[in-house]
C-alpha cells in the first residue's frame, strides 16, 4: 500500500481546523446552527459593521484549554488574539481574528496507535502537537451555476464561528500514520464535546504538508501544503500521490517547489493553486479590541477535575479491568457513545447477575465460558472477580456482533441506539447465567430492535428461556430414553456416539429449550447408573 | 467676562441658543422652555448658516432630524439626567437610521442600522439627538479640512480653521447651534478643536466610555467624550454615557460617579504638576504667558505646583503614528467598494476592484494613513516599527504613571501653536502632525485629559490649557475645572475677530 520510499523519508505534518460545537459563534453572540437559511445568524459583529466589537465567547476557550489539557499540552495562561489582515468577500471585516504567537495550547502529544486490518497492534508512536489557536471561520462563497451568470454571492452564517487549527509537527513518516493521527485527534474532539467531528459538512478540515528528505538527512525538504481535506481517503490519496510525485521529481534532479495544492478526488490528483496567496503579507498584529485573554491556574484545575476519561485510558482499562482483547477494547472505545454504551451495558449485567447469583448458586456457570467453567465461584473469591470480564466479553460480542451491523456512523453519532444499554446487559447475564442460549439472545435482540418489549417481556411471550429445572429435564430425558430404548442400550454397551444422538432428541423434546449441560449431565447420569 | 447663568434669559427667545446645557435641562424640567422651541431656535440658526456664502458658512452641522429628535425627547424617561436636552453628535457614531458617513465618500451612503452604546445611554439618559457634525474623514486630522462635506468655519473666525478631527462638534457649540455635542477623541480630536474653537472637551480614561458603535480609526486610542461651553455640561454628559458595556471588551467594570453632583465638592491638598517639556520655546510666548496664570490661579486657590520631567514626550507622537495608522490601516479596511461605497466601475478582477474603489473613495489623508500603518505592519518592519513603539507605549505609561502618584493632575497648554488659518496644513502634512504633540500623550497613555479655555489671544482668539488626570479619575479634572470656571471664568469670544 505504501509507496516504496528505500532512499527517502517521507515527512508529513497536519494543520486540522475543527469546529467547535458551542452554541453561539466566538466573538458574537450568534447562533452557530448549521443549515439556516443565507445571512440569517449574523448581526453587526460577524458582519464586520463599523463600529461593531469582538467579545470573546468564554466557552470556547475552555473548549480549546480542554483540549489543551487531554492533549497534555500546555494551556498558557495568557494568550493573544491578533488580526490576519487580507481582503476577500468572504471575510466582511478584512481580517480573522486568530492567534499567531501567544495561542491558547502551545505544545501537546497526542498518541496514535497502527492497527493492522484484524486490529492486531502494530505499533504506537506519539506525534507532538506544536500549537492549538483559537480563531474564527469565514463566510461561505457561492458562485452562481449558470456561466452566463457573472455573480457571487456571500452567505455570512458560518462568519466567525469557533474554530480550532490544531498543528502537528511533522511527526508522521507515513500516510496511514497521518490518517490515524487525523482519526484519533477526531475521536477525541468527539469523546471531549468540543466538536461534532462531521467531516461531510466541514467541521473537520485538515491541510496536509508532505515533503521528503534522503534517509538520514536531518534537514526537511521542501514541502507542499494540500488544502481543504476532509475524508479519510482524500488524505490518504493525497499524500500517495504527493510523496509519488516529489519523489519522481527528486529522483530527475528537480526541485519540489514550496506552494499549495488541491486535491481532487476524481484524479487522485493534487495540483498547484495558483500561487498568488503565497505571496501575501498578512500583516499580523494584536487585535487591539481584546486584550489578552487570561486562562487562571484555578480554571484549569477545575477543567482538570472535570476533565472526562480519554479514549486512550478507556483503552487501556478495557484491556486490564474487562481483559478484552486489544481488538475489543480499540472498537468498544473507538467512540465516546459507544464506549458509554459498552460500559453502561456491562455494569448492567454485573449488577443483574450478582442479583440473581445467590439463587442460582447451584446451577451450571454457563454456556461455554472457559474461566467460569474451572471456577464457579463466589462473589467474594478472587475468581469472582472475573465475573465482571466475563460479562463485559458477553457485552462486547452481542455489541459487535448484533449491534453495529444495525448502527450507522450518523446515529452512532447521535447516540440513536436501536436496542437500549439496559437490556444488552440483561441478555449478557442471562447468557452468563445460562438462562438463554446465543441463538434465543440473537432472536431476543432482533425482537427488541423492532418493537419497545423489554427482554423479559420477549422471554415470556415466545418462551426463550433455557429449561434448567433438573425435574423437568429428568422427565424429558426419560422420555427419551424410553422411546429410544435400542440407542440408550448402545450406549451402555460402548457405542459413545450414542450419546450425541441422544442429547440432539432431548434437546429437540424440550424444543431447544433444555440449558445443554444439565441436560448432557443428566443423561450421562441416567446412562452410566 | 461674563458668566453664563443657569436661568432663562429674561428677554427673547432669541437668546435660546445661549443657553447652556444644564440651564436647559433645569428649565426643561420646570416646563418653562420646550424641546421644541429650542431645536426650531437651533434649526433656525443653521438655515442661516447655510444661506451664507461658502467662505463665511461655518458648515459644523451636515444632517438634522428634528421629528426623530422630538420622538427621541418625548421618549425621554421621567426624571431623566438630561430631560429631553437636545444636542449634536459627530458622523462616525451609530445612531440608528441616522447617516454615518464619517464624513468620506467611501461612505457616502451608510445609515446606521445599529445604534451604538453610548448613544443609547445619551437617550436612556434623556438626550434627544437633533443633528450630526462634520468632521475629518475617519477622524484623521486636525483642521476639520478632510470632509466630504467640506471644510468647517471656526465660529469665532471663519478664516481660521476649527481644529479636529472633531471640527463640527466644536465649532457647533462655539457657534451657538447646540449647547454640548459628542465627539471621538483618537489623538486630541476633542481637545485641539474645542482649544482652537475656545470651548471645554473632555476625552476619558480610555476604558471609561464604550467605543460600541463608535467607527473605529485607532481602536486602542479611541474615546467617545463631551465638547461644550460649561464645566457642569461636559459633567452631565459623560455621566450619561459612561460605564461598562459588554459589548466592548475594552471598556471598564467600574461604577461611574455622579460626575455632575460631585462637582462643587472642594478639593484639598491639590498637586498640580507641570511637565517642563511641555512648556519649552515650541510654545508660543502669548500662550505661556496665559498658561502661567492659570497655574497661578491655581496656587492662589491653595495647590501645590510642581515642575516634572517627562523626556518621552516627543516619543509619544512616533508612537501615536505608529500605532494609530496601523490599526486605522486594519480598521479601515473593510471599506473595500463591494459593501460600503460604489464598486469602482473599471475594475477588471476582484482585486482591482478593491484597488479601485479604495483609490476613488478614500480621500488624500486617509490615504496616507493606511499606507503608513500597513508599512509598519508588513514583514520586515514589524518589529523595528510596531513593536518596538508598542514597547515604548508601555515605558511612556509607567513614566506618566510614576509622576502620577505625587501629583494628583498634569497641566499642560492644549496647543502650542496659535489658532492655524485655513488651508496651511497641505504644504506638509508633517507639519499638522507635529502639532498634534500636546494632545496624543494622552491618548497614549489612556489617561483622561480635558481641555478648557483660559484667555484670549492677542487676534481675541482662544488659548486652552488642559490636564491629564490618573486612570478613571475624571472626577477630579472637572471638580478642578469648575473650580476655575466659577472662581476664575472662562473668557467669551462673541466679539472674536
Ligand atoms: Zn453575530
Same mark, same amino acid.
Given at each position: ?9 517521507v515527512?508529513i ?14 466573538f ?21 459593521y ?7 465567547n468564554e466557552k ?5 484549554a480542554? !483540549? ?10 495568557q494568550?493573544?488574539?491578533e488580526?490576519?489582515n ?10 480573522q481574528?486568530?492567534q !499567531?504567537?501567544?495561542? &491558547? ?12 486490518? +484484524? ?17 474564527e ?13 457573472k ?12 474554530l ?39 467541521s ?13 538527512q536531518?534537514?526537511l ?9 476532509n475524508?479519510?481517503?482524500g488524505?490518504?490519496?493525497a ?12 529522483l ?28 501575501q ?15 487562571s ?10 476533565m ?36 453502561h451495558?456491562?455494569?448492567?449485567a454485573?449488577?443483574?447477575?450478582k ?6 448458586e ?12 474451572s ?21 462486547c460480542?452481542?455489541i ?6 444495525l ?5 452512532l ?22 438462562l ?11 425482537a ?10 420477549i422471554?415470556?411471550e ?13 422427565? &424429558?430425558?426419560?422420555? %427419551?430414553?424410553?422411546?429410544h430404548?435400542k ?8 457405542k459413545?456416539?450414542?450419546?450425541g #444422538?441422544?442429547i ?26 | 467676562?461674563?458668566?453664563?447663568t ?14 447652556s446645557l444644564? *440651564? ?23 438655515e442661516?448658516?447655510?444661506?451664507q ?31 429631553g436636552a437636545?444636542i449634536?453628535?459627530?458622523? +462616525?457614531?451609530?445612531l ?12 457616502s451612503n451608510?445609515?446606521a ?5 453610548a ?14 457634525a462634520?468632521m ?5 486630522g ?9 471644510f ?19 465649532? *457647533? ?23 482652537c ?13 464604550s ?12 474615546q467617545i ?21 459588554e ?11 455622579s460626575?455632575s ?32 496664570q492659570?497655574?497661578?490661579f ?14 518621552n ?15 486605522a490601516?486594519?480598521n479601515?479596511?473593510r471599506f ?29 489623508? %486617509?490615504?496616507?494613513r ?5 508599512y509598519?505592519?508588513?514583514?520586515g518592519?514589524?518589529?523595528? #516599527?510596531?513593536?518596538?513603539a508598542?514597547?515604548a507605549r508601555?515605558v511612556?505609561?509607567?513614566? #506618566?504613571?510614576?509622576i502620577l502618584?505625587?501629583?494628583?493632575l ?7 501653536y ?5 488651508g496651511?496644513?497641505?504644504e ?10 500636546? +494632545?496624543?500623550a ?5 489617561l ?8 484670549k ?17 475624571e472626577?477630579?479634572?472637572l ?17 472674536a475677530?
Amino acid at each position: 500500500m505504501e509507496a516504496k520510499n528505500l532512499e527517502f523519508e517521507v515527512v508529513i505534518g497536519l494543520e486540522v481546523h475543527a469546529q467547535l460545537n458551542t452554541e453561539t459563534k466566538l466573538f458574537c453572540r450568534c447562533r452557530t446552527s448549521f443549515g439556516e437559511q443565507a445571512n440569517m445568524n449574523v448581526c453587526p459583529v460577524c458582519l464586520g459593521y463599523p463600529g461593531a466589537l469582538p467579545v470573546l465567547n468564554e466557552k470556547a476557550l475552555v473548549k480549546a484549554a480542554l !483540549l489543551g489539557l487531554a492533549l497534555q499540552g500546555k494551556v498558557n495562561e495568557q494568550s493573544l488574539f491578533e488580526r490576519k489582515n487580507y481582503f476577500y468577500p468572504d471575510s466582511p471585516k478584512a481580517y480573522q481574528i486568530s492567534q !499567531l504567537q501567544y495561542p &491558547i495550547v502551545s505544545a501537546g502529544v497526542l498518541p496514535i496507535h497502527l492497527r493492522n486490518k +484484524n486490529g492486531e497492534d502494530l505499533y504506537s508512536k506519539e506525534i507532538q502537537i506544536e500549537r492549538v489557536q483559537l480563531e474564527e471561520d469565514a463566510g461561505k462563497l457561492m458562485h452562481s451555476e449558470r456561466s452566463e451568470v457573472k455573480q457571487s454571492y456571500v452567505d455570512l452564517n458560518r462568519c466567525s464561528t469557533p474554530l480550532l487549527e490544531i498543528v502537528s509537527k511533522p511527526d508522521m513518516r507515513s500516510a496511514a500514520e497521518a490518517v490515524e493521527y487525523f482519526k484519533s485527534l477526531r475521536r477525541l474532539l468527539i469523546y471531549l464535546d468540543i466538536s461534532d467531528g462531521n467531516m461531510q459538512d466541514g467541521s473537520m478540515r485538515c491541510d496536509v504538508n508532505v515533503s521528503l528528505r534522503a534517509r538520514g538527512q536531518k534537514a526537511l525538504g521542501t514541502r507542499t501544503e494540500t488544502k481543504n481535506m476532509n475524508t479519510f481517503k482524500g488524505i490518504e490519496e493525497a499524500i500517495q500521490y504527493e510523496i509519488v510525485r516529489q519523489r519522481a521529481l527528486l529522483l530527475s534532479g528537480e526541485k519540489v517547489i514550496q506552494e499549495t495544492m488541491l486535491f481532487n478526488s476524481n484524479t487522485g490528483k493534487t495540483k498547484p493553486m495558483r500561487s498568488k496567496e503565497e505571496a501575501q503579507d498578512y500583516r499580523y498584529f494584536p487585535d487591539p479590541d481584546l486584550f489578552t485573554v487570561f486562562f487562571s491556574k484555578e480554571n484549569l484545575q477545575s477543567l482538570k477535575e472535570a476533565m472526562p476519561e480519554l479514549p486512550d485510558a478507556k483503552f487501556h482499562r478495557y484491556k486490564q479491568e474487562f481483559l478484552l482483547s486489544s481488538y475489543d477494547a480499540a472498537l468498544m472505545s473507538s467512540s465516546k457513545n459507544l464506549a458509554g454504551y459498552f460500559e453502561h451495558a456491562s455494569a448492567e449485567a454485573l449488577a443483574l447477575f450478582k442479583e440473581a447469583k445467590p439463587a442460582k448458586e447451584s446451577s451450571a456457570a454457563g454456556e461455554s465460558s472457559a474461566a467460569g467453567e474451572s471456577s464457579p465461584a463466589g462473589e467474594s473469591s478472587p475468581a469472582g472477580k472475573l465475573q465482571g470480564p466475563l460479562l463485559a466479553k458477553r457485552v462486547c460480542n452481542l455489541i459487535s456482533t448484533e449491534l453495529l451491523s444495525l448502527l450507522t456512523e450518523v446515529r452512532l453519532e447521535q447516540a440513536l441506539f436501536p436496542v437500549p444499554a439496559e437490556a444488552i446487559g440483561s441478555m449478557a447475564a442471562m447468557l452468563e447465567q445460562g438462562l438463554i442460549s446465543s441463538k434465543m439472545a440473537k432472536e431476543i435482540f432482533k425482537a427488541l430492535s423492532e418493537t419497545d418489549k423489554t427482554v423479559e417481556e420477549i422471554v415470556l411471550e415466545r418462551g426463550l428461556k433455557l429449561i434448567c429445572d433438573e425435574a423437568a429435564l429428568e422427565a &424429558i430425558v426419560d422420555k %427419551v430414553l424410553a422411546d429410544h430404548a435400542k440407542v440408550a442400550a448402545d450406549f451402555k454397551s460402548g457405542k459413545a456416539k450414542a450419546m450425541g #444422538y441422544l442429547i440432539g432428541q432431548a434437546m429437540k423434546a424440550s424444543k431447544g429449550q433444555a440449558e445443554p449441560k444439565l441436560l448432557s449431565k443428566i443423561i450421562q447420569d441416567k446412562l452410566k447408573s | 467676562m461674563t458668566k453664563e447663568t443657569g436661568l432663562r434669559p429674561e428677554n427673547t427667545v432669541s437668546e435660546l441658543h445661549r443657553l447652556s446645557l444644564f *440651564a436647559i435641562v433645569k428649565l426643561l424640567k420646570k416646563k418653562e422652555l420646550t424641546v421644541k422651541e429650542l431645536l426650531e431656535c437651533y434649526l433656525q440658526r443653521l438655515e442661516e448658516d447655510e444661506r451664507q456664502p461658502r467662505e463665511s458658512r461655518i458648515n459644523a452641522v451636515v444632517y438634522k432630524n428634528k421629528e426623530e429628535a422630538l420622538k427621541q425627547a418625548a421618549n425621554a424617561p421621567a426624571d431623566s439626567l438630561l430631560g429631553g436636552a437636545p444636542i449634536i453628535i459627530k458622523e +462616525n457614531l451609530h445612531l440608528l437610521g441616522y447617516p454615518v458617513r464619517c464624513a468620506s465618500k467611501i461612505l457616502s451612503n451608510y445609515k446606521a442600522t445599529y445604534s451604538s452604546t453610548a448613544m443609547l445611554r445619551l437617550l436612556k439618559n434623556g438626550a434627544s439627538i437633533f443633528a450630526t457634525a462634520n468632521m475629518d474623514e475617519f477622524a484623521m486630522g486636525s483642521a476639520n479640512e478632510n470632509s466630504m462635506h467640506g471644510f468647517v468655519c471656526n465660529p469665532l473666525a471663519k478664516d481660521y480653521i476649527p481644529g479636529g478631527s472633531s471640527g463640527g462638534p466644536a465649532a *457647533a457649540v462655539a457657534g451657538y447651534f447646540t449647547s454640548a455635542s459628542i465627539g471621538s477623541d483618537t489623538g486630541g480630536s476633542i481637545r485641539q478643536p474645542a482649544a482652537c474653537c475656545g470651548v471645554i472637551g473632555l476625552k476619558p480614561t480610555y476604558g471609561r466610555v464604550s467605543r460600541y458603535g463608535l467607527v473605529a480609526f485607532a481602536s486602542s486610542f479611541d474615546q467617545i467624550g463631551p465638547i461644550a461651553r460649561r464645566v457642569e455640561d461636559i459633567a452631565l454628559l459623560l455621566e450619561a454615557m459612561a460605564g461598562h458595556d459588554e459589548a466592548d471588551s475594552t471598556s471598564a467594570k467600574l461604577p461611574v460617579p455622579s460626575y455632575s453632583k460631585a462637582l462643587e465638592t472642594p478639593i484639598k491638598n491639590l498637586h498640580i504638576a507641570l511637565p517642563k517639556e511641555y512648556l519649552g520655546d515650541t510654545v508660543h510666548p502669548q500662550i505661556r504667558r496665559a498658561f502661567m496664570q492659570a497655574v497661578d490661579f491655581y496656587e492662589k486657590q491653595g495647590a501645590k505646583i510642581s515642575e516634572v520631567s517627562l523626556p518621552n514626550t516627543d516619543y509619544a507622537l512616533s508612537i501615536y503614528y505608529i500605532l494609530s495608522t496601523a490599526e486605522a490601516s486594519s480598521n479601515l479596511a473593510r471599506f473595500d467598494g463591494i459593501r460600503y461605497g460604489n464598486p469602482s466601475k473599471k475594475a477588471e478582477n476582484l482585486s482591482d476592484l478593491f484597488f479601485r474603489s479604495r483609490s476613488e473613495g478614500f480621500g488624500d489623508e %486617509v490615504k496616507r494613513r493606511i499606507f503608513t500603518g500597513s508599512y509598519v505592519l508588513s514583514a520586515g518592519y514589524y518589529d523595528d #516599527y510596531y513593536m518596538k513603539a508598542l514597547k515604548a507605549r508601555r515605558v511612556v505609561y509607567d513614566k #506618566y504613571m510614576a509622576i502620577l502618584k505625587d501629583a494628583d493632575l498634569l497641566m499642560m497648554p492644549t496647543l502650542p501653536y496659535r489658532v492655524f488659518k485655513r488651508g496651511k496644513d497641505h504644504e506638509d502634512p508633517t507639519e499638522m502632525y507635529r502639532s498634534d504633540v500636546f +494632545n496624543v500623550a494622552a491618548n497614549v497613555v489612556g489617561l483622561p485629559s480635558m481641555s478648557l479655555p483660559c484667555a484670549k489671544d492677542s487676534l481675541g482668539l482662544p488659548i486652552s490649557f488642559q490636564f491629564m488626570g490618573r486612570p478613571f479619575d475624571e472626577a477630579l479634572m472637572l471638580r478642578a475645572a469648575y473650580l476655575y470656571q466659577q472662581e476664575h471664568g472662562l473668557p467669551v469670544f462673541e466679539n472674536a475677530k
